[in-house]
């Protein structure tokens, strides 16, 4: 099956979370995680708009606990990624 224009941006935009999140030690890693979202996010600005798009919407992520399915109800860690990647294409 052919991927959209809109799930390609999407994972490549995941990929890039999740290689922001990866490098983020444990101590401070709240600052540290917000310093690399807003690093980031005029890259995902940049890609967004060169796929064509105008609007964007930020919804909770979902979170893998050992061997669960992946949920987006893990408590507030989810919904506060979210935020932070929100105000950091805000800012951009």
Sequence with gaps: MMKTKLQTTVQGIACLLMLCTAMVAPANAADD????????APAVLEQL???????????KF??????AKPSDRVGTLNLHLAEKLELALILA
């Design 33 to 40: 995680l917000e310093r690399q979202l807003t690093d980031v």
């Design 62 to 67: 979902r979170v893998k606990k050992g061997d």
């Design 49 to 59: 708009r060169a796929d064509g798009f105008q609007n964007v919407g930020v919804l």
